[in-house]
């Protein structure tokens, strides 16, 4: 149980288009998402919280207007990254937490986007 | 400024040799620290502590927290290659959300 699942896998896009990405809870019904970046070698820092039929909420000095995040259910939400640019090649990791009061958060298997 | 910090940065061992990996936090209000192993891809859950002093284990891995001294250790026993990743130490804090804050990480090499 607590599959998350991310498509896509990679991701190659030219700088100033859009890309999107899906996270899915597979067998669980998820009221909260979150979405991380990482950079090689480096851990992972959290860009926003995603609630299900509300607004996201960002983390400090993420630009909202780059990264648009819908969660349209409860089970999918969607990160987009918007006029991509080289520097915003990264990993990005989806989680999902199984219930209000749970803390423990399952992990995407990741999305790693390079900008060309 | 919340942060967590994880020592050693890296670390290779020998198959057979047992390893403990440090965490250390200062976070507002604490909820409970998880411990998670990352290898390619995405990290997986390996242990949630909130009450200090109750041991966890699973196999070769156990861990347990200090929240007086707020730090916590992973210790891996009979290490082998497999065991090879990064380790994460993330501590849940704040309101409702529930927001993790991750540590640097700890890269363990296990040598056959």
């Not at chain 1, 960002?58 to 648009?68: C, H, I, S």
């Amino acid at each position: 149980g607590a599959v998350v699942s991310q498509h896509p896998s990679w991701v190659i896009c030219k700088s100033g288009t859009s890309v999107k990405i899906e996270c899915r809870s597979l067998d669980f019904q998820a009221t909260t998402m979150f979405w991380y970046r990482q950079f090689p070698k480096q851990s992972l820092m959290l860009m926003a919280t995603s609630n299900e039929g509300s607004k996201a909420t960002y983390e400090q000095g993420v630009e909202k207007d780059k990264f648009l995040i819908n969660h349209a259910s409860l089970t999918l939400s969607t990160l987009t990254v918007t006029s991509a640019h080289p520097e915003d090649s990264s990993f990005y990791i989806c989680s999902a937490r199984i219930g209000e009061g749970s803390y423990e958060q399952y992990f995407g298997p990741g999305t790693r986007l390079t900008v060309t | 400024e919340d942060k967590v910090v994880q020592s050693p940065l890296s670390l290779v061992v020998h198959e057979g040799d047992t390893v403990t990996l440090n965490c250390s936090y200062e976070v507002t209000n604490f909820r409970s620290l998880l411990w998670y192993k990352q290898e390619k891809k995405a990290p997986t859950f390996l242990f949630m502590l909130t009450s200090s002093g109750i041991e966890k284990k699973s196999g070769r891995l156990s861990s347990i927290l200090d929240k007086k001294e707020l730090f916590s250790i992973l210790n891996i026993t009979a290490t082998q290659t497999g065991d090879s990743a990064v380790y994460l130490c993330a501590v849940v804090y704040g309101g409702a959300t529930n927001k993790l804050i991750f540590g640097t990480g700890t890269l363990l090499a296990v040598q056959p």
